[in-house]
Structure formats: C-alpha cells, structure tokens
C-alpha cells in the first residue's frame, strides 16, 4: 500500500516561509497529479495547490497565488510546497494528495479528485 508521507511543518511568524514536503513511499508510484490541500479548524479542507504530470501544469487556490509554489523531484513522486510571505489565516493541517486515474470530471480542486491521501502536516503562523 502506496503512503504519502509530509514534512516541514511547524510553527513560525507572519512574513516567515516554509518549505513542506511529500513523498510517495514507493519510489515506482505513478500518478496523474499530486497536490496539497489545507484544512483549518472547524473548516472544510481547502484546496491549495496541484500539479499535473502531463505538461506540467500547476493550479492555485485564490488564497495563495503569488506566496506558495508546487513543484516536484524528477521522478514525480515527490512534491514540494514553499510557501512563502506566511499570514496567520494560512495556519491549518496540510495534506498531501494524490489521483492514479483520472475521471471526465476530474477538475483538480476537489477533495474528491484525489484518491491517496497522507497524514497531514500542522502549520501554524502567529502574527
């Protein structure tokens, strides 16, 4: 069974950055498109960032355009997520997500997209 596993979590200023990380534990997974999402408290999870294998395209919540990045290892089975000018209002558990086959209606924001998920990693930013 295929595990996502992140890191680079944890507590920091508003203005700070942080760089987290997700890695399939299988060196031979292959997927379509991996992403991050967030859930904060009391919140519905979020959608943050994706990237898609085919042409290499990225996608972005409203929310983190211009301050986060997506991008991954050469072998596509490791995304990274730098978040960048962090603000109080991005403090939530990040997971990482990913989608071995893709459906007509797959859109890349949705929850429902993305059928491997990984445990979360918490970010907290204190103003």
């Known amino acids: 069974q295929v595990q996502l596993v992140e890191s680079g979590g944890g507590l920091v200023q508003a203005g700070d950055s942080l760089r987290l990380s997700c890695a399939a534990s299988?060196?031979?997974?292959?997927?379509?498109?991996m992403g991050w999402f967030r859930q904060a408290p009391g919140k519905e999870r979020e959608f943050v960032a994706s990237i898609r294998w085919s042409g290499g395209t990225t996608y972005y919540g409203d929310s983190v355009k211009g301050r986060f990045t997506i991008s991954s290892d050469s072998a596509k089975t490791t995304v990274y997520l730098q978040m960048n000018s962090l603000k109080p209002q991005d403090t939530a558990v990040y997971y990482c997500?990913?989608?071995?086959?893709?459906?007509?209606?797959?859109?890349?924001?949705?929850?429902?997209?993305?059928?491997?998920w990984g445990q979360g990693t918490q970010v907290t930013v204190s103003s």
């Open positions: 299988v060196r031979t997974f292959s997927s379509y498109a």
């Open positions: 997500a990913a989608v071995t086959y893709l459906s007509s209606r797959w859109t890349t924001f949705r929850v429902n997209d993305y059928n491997y």
